[in-house]
């Protein structure tokens, strides 16, 4: 294997720590510590992974964690006034609606009723579209992880040609927008492009954010490039990447492995996120 393998533990655990200082920090500013709302509606046993991660991760580090647990059957008006009385709340920072929701329930509308000042999942659409104006407000956790990770392994985004498999709200089309701040020269790759292998194999930076296990293989990769594999997919080989992690590590110079690549940057983001929020919501007072 040639490539360099990213940690995305290591630099994951580097983040926590500045933010750990930070929030031991607001605490004595503010009298209080950073406090992060969750809400789970339902009980999809992947979502209560991930929400139980991020509570954990939010203890570890002085975030104060207010957790609401609702019915599967909840209404939209009531989710709607949860979210409504957390906007209100003078002492939550941060809120994160786990998606996806139950299908009775509109996502989209639940998430544009956060208070874009609280949204540290960065989903809501004037976040969203201060990242489309070029000035972001709260970024997406995952996205700003991929260019985390980029920034810490020194790797040029400047002039480089990234190519981004994959164009959802939650990833693909941010983090091909950071990388266009970043003055990368972007593709994006979705579903109808053809002959995706041929375009990939362009990429000094390959960001692959698809869902489908083992997608890109060799043929993908360009000698030299550097592989970020955003995809965790279960299957019975357990959890794998978009990317051939075998096949790809043996032409780039560097990739992130599945799991504890992008995944543990998307908790420490969220996490970064909240203290920044906390902070800008506390100065502007
Ligand atoms: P999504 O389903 O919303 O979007 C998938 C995108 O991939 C779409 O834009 C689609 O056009 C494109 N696509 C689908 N099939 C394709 C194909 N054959 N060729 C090219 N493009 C294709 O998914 P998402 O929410 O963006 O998530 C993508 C992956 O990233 C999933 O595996 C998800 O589990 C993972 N994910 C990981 C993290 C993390 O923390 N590491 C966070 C979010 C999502």
């Known amino acids: ?7 995305g533990k290591a630099v994951a655990a580097a983040v926590k720590e500045r933010v750990k200082v930070d929030a031991a920090a607001f605490a004595e500013e503010f009298g209080r510590a950073p406090a992060l709302a969750t809400v789970l509606v ?3 046993p992947a979502s209560q992974v991930y929400i139980g991660g991020k509570r954990k991760a939010s203890g ?9 647990e609702l019915d599967a059957a909840t209404r939209q008006e009531d989710l ?39 949204d540290v999942d960065g989903l809501t659409p004037v976040n969203a579209g201060l990242l489309a104006h070029g000035t972001p ?3 997406s956790c ?7 990770l980029l920034a810490h392994e020194g790797v040029e985004v400047e002039g480089a040609h990234a190519v981004v498999v994959g164009r959802s709200k939650l990833v693909g089309v941010p983090v091909a927008r950071l990388l266009l701040m970043g ?32 997608l890109l293989g060799k043929d993908a990769v360009k000698p030299g490039a550097v592989v970020i594999d955003v995809g965790i997919n279960r299957t019975e080989d357990g959890l794998v990447g978009d990317v051939d992690f075998d096949a790809a590590a043996e032409v780039a110079s560097a990739i992130t492995p599945v799991p504890g690549g992008v995944g543990p940057m998307t908790i420490a983001m969220l996490l970064h996120n909240t203290l920044a929020a906390g902070r800008a919501r506390m100065a502007s007072r």
């Open 1 to 7: 294997m040639a490539a360099r393998v990213i940690d």
């Open 142 to 148: 995952t996205p700003a992880g991929v260019m985390e």
């Open 60 to 68: 570890e580090v002085g975030i104060r964690s207010v957790h609401h």
């Open 80 to 118: 709607e006034g949860l979210v409504g009385d957390l906007n209100a709340d003078e002492e939550v920072d941060g809120i994160l609606v786990q998606l996806p929701l139950p299908d009775h329930l509109d996502s989209d509308a639940v998430v544009a009723t956060i208070d874009p000042a609280k």
């Open 183 to 214: 003055n990368a020269t972007v593709t994006m790759c979705h579903s109808r492009t053809r002959d995706l292998d041929a375009v990939c194999a362009q990429a000094d930076i390959l960001v692959a954010a698809v869902g489908v296990p083992r």
């Open 137 to 139: 407000g709260l970024v």
């Open 42 to 44: 339902g009980e999809d």
